[in-house]
């Protein structure tokens, strides 16, 4: 089995979200089971400095406005992942991340970035790929950035592989002017409802719906989500009617990345049959803070982008009453100024029991997913989700909204779950501020009044497999599917 996979981001080669993680460690798994897997990604300086033995493997043409690029090879170290990369210095190789410049102002040319990221895409599954000794069955797209490789591989390249689109978030759906029809050389005959038109606009995302042979999405509850008017952001109705082709596959962690035992960011190691070590984390995480150091003070944690997806706005008017019970706040991440200023606000407020740290920091997003007593988390939606796994593995029970890859991995602690020794974390009835408080107060509950009762919550969340071996599986699985269907 022959994979292209195909993703603007990939860890740890270049990183802005959960799309880089999954980029990097799913492909990682599907080599251990026998998949011959190759990923194409941007050539941006960090993915041209960081990978190794990088040699020239093509000459790519007939691209759209560059008409040519060089194509190179090379591997990601510590999982020998081979990583095709497209070099063309005016598209990628600028300072600033892969979607915006420095100052947070998006690429103005992305239409035509991730245009050609598609384009090569399909060049290389198609019967004119100048590698002549390597042609996937399958190509494995994420995300709009590659939205329109199933639409060049069916309408220009006439491959004869198999497209697949995994959707990680319909809320980024790469929408142009209908200008860049001519300038991504695609046909302006399918720039309709039937074809890659959304309300007038060329929509990378829908053209990817629409073309692919088939649809993923990274949780089973995401899955039917993105078919109502709710979570579909306008696209409810395609998907609806393909929704006997879509499969919702839960993300795992990369276990070697996000392991208490084996976590070289934290003071001490520890695990489910020996937690002790978790105490020196967190005293060390309130002394590095600035927190008072505290071991019966419940410690709070935040590692999130700052929007209104992830649903912190919802802490932020009840912070101050949890602070004035003997809680402490860490907080780690970045995003809408007004949030930031508010979190900044509350732990000028609240010296030694509130810290807030603007940015991005691997090593503190360790140390506060280690040292923390449980990590609030309630995001709006969430496709999958990451950093409640992160908890789950760390012995941080999570506190969640009931949407998506939460819903799915959160088993809401009862007497039932507590019962059956399912339960892993605490659930809100809600998206609220009201909800949010009353699962905090019921997590405090048992926290600061039955420890016996919280060790075991925390235990089963550490025992469970977390790890990509699953999931890659049912990715395998799909990829069979369709290469039957051939």
């Keep these: 089995m022959r994979v292209l996979f ?22 990682s798994a599907l080599q251990h089971i026998g998949v011959d897997i190759r990923v194409l990604v941007p050539g941006y300086p960090a993915v041209l400095d960081k990978l190794s033995n990088l040699q020239m493997i093509a000459q790519l043409e007939n691209l759209p406005v560059i008409n040519n690029a060089s194509l190179l090879m090379g591997t990601i170290e510590d999982s020998q992942i081979k990583v095709m990369v497209i070099k063309a210095a005016g598209l990628y190789e600028r300072e600033g ?12 040319d992305n239409p035509l970035r991730f245009g050609v990221l598609s384009k090569v895409a399909a060049i290389l599954s198609g019967p004119h790929s100048p590698i002549t000794d390597w042609q996937p069955n399958i190509v494995h797209c994420n995300d709009w950035q590659t939205g329109l490789t199933p639409a060049y591989m069916k309408l220009v390249e006439h491959s004869t592989a198999k497209s697949m689109i995994s959707l990680h978030n319909m809320a980024f759906q790469g929408c142009y002017a209908p200008g860049w029809l001519s300038t991504l050389e695609l046909p302006h005959s399918s720039f309709e409802i039937e074809g890659f038109e959304y309300h007038g ?28 008017a709710e979570f579909g952001f306008g696209l409810e109705g395609l998907l609806s009617k393909r929704s006997n082709e879509i499969k919702g596959i839960l993300n795992g ?43 019966s003070a419940p410690l709070l944690g935040v590692v999130s982008r700052l929007t209104h997806q992830k649903g912190l706005d919802m802490l932020v008017p009840i912070m101050q009453d949890l602070i004035d019970s003997g809680c402490q706040l860490a907080l780690l991440g970045s995003g809408e100024t007004e949030l930031e200023n508010a979190f900044k606000l509350l ?17 503190l997003s ?29 012995g941080t029970p999570p506190i969640v909204n009931a949407t998506g890859g939460l819903a799915d991995s959160v088993v809401d602690t009862n007497i039932v779950s507590f019962k059956n020794k399912t339960a892993n974390g605490f659930v809100m009835s809600e998206a609220s501020s009201a909800s949010l408080h009353s699962c905090i107060k019921q997590a405090l509950n048992v ?3 039955d420890a016996g009762a919280w060790r075991q919550i925390q235990k089963n969340g550490m025992s469970l497999n977390l790890s990509w071996d699953k999931s890659a599986l049912e990715y395998l699985a799909v990829y069979r599917m369709l290469s039957k269907a051939s």
């Design 201 to 228: 606009q060329l929509s990378f995302l829908k053209a990817a719906i629409f073309y692919a042979d088939t649809i993923t999405t990274v949780s089973p509850s995401y899955a039917k989500e993105i078919q109502s």
């Design 366 to 394: 360790h140390q506060i997913m280690a040292g923390c007593d449980m990590f609030i988390m309630p995001s709006r939606f969430e496709p999958c989700g990451l950093n409640q796994l992160y908890g789950l593995a760390y």
């Design 253 to 295: 962690i990369e276990t070697d990345e996000w392991n208490p035992e084996f976590d070289p960011h934290l003071i001490k190691t520890y695990s489910a049959t020996k937690l002790a070590g978790k105490k020196l984390v967190k005293s060390t995480l309130q002394e590095r803070l600035g927190l008072h150091i505290d071991a």
């Design 97 to 108: 991340g892969p979607y915006a410049d420095a100052n947070g102002l998006e690429w103005l």
């Design 447 to 449: 926290f600061n009044n």
């Design 6 to 27: 195909v993703s603007s981001e990939v860890f740890p080669l270049i990183k802005t979200g959960g799309l880089a993680d999954v980029s990097g460690s799913l492909p």
């Design 347 to 363: 732990a000028t407020k609240n010296p030694g029991s509130a810290s807030v740290n603007i940015g991005y920091n691997e090593p």
